[in-house]
């Protein structure tokens, strides 16, 4: 499974809606809920079922869901 998938199934479960599709131009204003909280939440589940961390500084420069996807991407291929 890609990562974006993975990614997909979070963002449904963190934000309890299943129809959401996720698109790498996709920002915190395309979800409903996305607040500061729901925020710390997605990162934190992110960074749980990915065995990942971000850093403060990488968190600051995400601006869309792709961005956090590369971000992810190149973490978990430097972990393989």
């Known amino acids: 499974m890609i990562i974006l998938e993975h990614l997909r ?3 449904c479960e963190v934000f309890d809606d299943d129809e959401i599709e996720l698109t790498p131009e ?3 204003n395309d979800v409903d809920g996305w ?3 729901s925020h ?6 992110i960074e749980t079922r ?3 961390r ?11 869901v792709g ?3 590369r971000s992810i991407n190149d973490k978990v291929s430097i972990n393989r």
């Open 35 to 37: 607040d500061s909280l």
């Open 67 to 69: 961005d956090l996807n």
């Open 26 to 28: 996709m920002t915190a």
């Open 9 to 11: 199934e979070i963002f």
């Open 40 to 45: 710390v939440n997605l990162i934190v589940t």
């Open 50 to 52: 990915f065995k990942i």
């Open 54 to 64: 971000f850093t403060q500084k990488e968190l600051l420069t995400f601006k869309n």
